[in-house]
């Protein structure tokens, strides 16, 4: 069988019926640029939603405060719990040993000043192992010690967003802040973290780069409001609540493995410290992240089943062009036997056909699969990530399809007989 020869000959056929070999084409091109932007999409979420587990910590336990106000105080008695107190996070760390640390933290709106700059950033007061916990370093200066919290000192360390908008390409070290009506002195300039794409999966977080460090101790006595404070709360934002000591704490399990038998644990010390009132939440990282994958492999097989069917209508498409191509070129092919050509030689050329016709398809879906990712991160703010892996998926498929829905037009095609043919008009 003369490859050569064939490839030219069914190259040739698809040229003769341009129009027509791009539309049988269609369902291929669609099929194999939904798989890439399927896949892509997939790669950019599962990303998103590892580099925020990240940021949450996989090692780490958060007890969100849920105050009981006039909206959420259900048949509880809010008097009988004083919600989130420092002595919370000091009786778990003390008291259950599957914890490593335990971080407080009070968070507050406050409007901060530097010269003529102003701005309203999150106070967060803490401890020094917040940086610890969180991962996050000092990219100047450092972060505050405990030395700095038992004295109460007045520093501080910026995020990197509220570094840029308070002192733009100056230095801050050293510099005097007034957040609220205090003066504060910038010790620290925080590493910038990625956290713009929290809440598209799901995710309690707000935007670290605009926060500023303070010891808690500052915080608790400089800071705290008679009878209400602002927390912020994931979905709602800041709202005003009443007290609370502080507005979440962090601890870190010291094994992985036992994260969630710490988790029930630290949830029925709590419910006895607070007097069975219910006024926190425990929010788990590893166990979002389990439901962020199970949501992804959901999300993966609905469109990898839209991209399936485009694929199969694509196939159809390609058997229905192979085969009106057969009917229109009888002649032909019964000339082509006449003078030599073996059975094979028909089914290898108008195998052939439908190859190219896949690969090309293949070729112009890659094209556009790299297009619709680009207009979906452009347009819908998803992050995308186009894989070599899913190039070769979706590629191979399409050859794939070709062969298979190609071969029975060709085994039809190689089984004429050469006499019938050649008196087909």
């Not at 007290?243 to 493995?257: C, H, K, L, Q």
């Not at 002649?331 to 082509?336: K, L, N, Q």
């Not at 347009?379 to 029975?408: K, P």
Request: with cysteine.
């Amino acid at each position: 069988m003369n490859y050569r020869e064939n490839f030219f000959i069914g190259l040739e056929g698809l040229r003769s019926h341009l129009l027509r070999s791009l539309l049988s084409m269609l369902g291929i091109i669609f099929g194999v640029g939904a798989v890439i932007a399927m896949l892509s999409i997939g790669e950019g979420a599962k990303q998103q939603a590892l580099e925020q587990i990240q940021l949450m910590g996989m090692y780490n336990i958060i007890i969100q405060d849920v105050p009981k106000n006039e909206e959420n105080k259900e048949d509880n008695n809010p008097s009988l719990s004083r919600g989130l107190q420092w002595a919370d996070a000091r009786a778990i760390q003390e008291l259950n040993p599957l914890m490593d640390i335990c971080v407080p933290i009070r968070e507050e709106q406050i409007d901060v000043r530097y010269g003529k700059e102003r701005t309203k950033a999150n106070i967060v007061g803490t401890t020094p192992d917040y940086a610890k916990v969180m991962n996050y370093v000092a990219r100047e200066g450092a972060f505050f010690n405990f030395r700095d919290v038992d004295k109460a000192r007045r520093i501080c360390a910026l995020g990197n967003g509220i570094k840029r908008e308070l002192f733009l390409f100056r230095d801050p070290l050293g510099e005097k802040i007034k957040i609220g009506d205090q003066w504060f002195t910038v010790v620290g300039i925080m590493e910038e973290k990625s956290v713009s794409a929290s809440r598209k999966v799901g995710l309690p977080l707000h935007d670290m780069n605009q926060d500023i460090y303070i010891p808690i101790t500052v915080a608790l006595k400089r800071f705290t409001s008679v009878g209400s404070k602002m927390v912020y709360t994931p979905g709602t934002g800041w709202k005003t609540t009443s007290e609370s000591e502080i507005s979440r704490i962090i601890a870190r399990v010291n094994d992985i493995n036992r994260i969630q038998e710490a988790a029930n644990i630290l949830k029925s010390s709590m419910l006895r410290r607070h007097n069975k009132v219910e006024d926190f939440e425990i929010i788990v990282p590893e166990a979002l992240l389990r439901q962020s994958q199970q949501t992804q492999r959901i999300f993966n097989i609905v469109m990898g089943a839209i991209a399936g069917i485009s694929l199969l209508v694509g196939g159809i498409g390609i058997m229905n062009i192979m085969l009106a191509s057969i009917l229109e070129r009888t002649r032909e092919i019964g000339v082509r036997r006449a003078t030599g050509a073996t059975r094979r030689d028909i089914l290898g050329q108008f195998l052939l056909e439908a190859v190219i016709l896949s690969f090309t398809g293949g070729l112009i879906g890659i094209i556009l699969g790299f297009a619709l990712t680009r207009i979906i991160a452009a347009y819908a703010d998803w992050r995308t990530i186009v894989s070599v892996q899913a190039i070769f998926l979706a590629f191979w498929v399409s050859v794939g399809v070709g062969i298979i829905f190609g071969v029975f037009p060709a085994r039809r095609a190689a089984k004429m007989d050469p006499i019938e043919a050649l008196r087909y008009e």
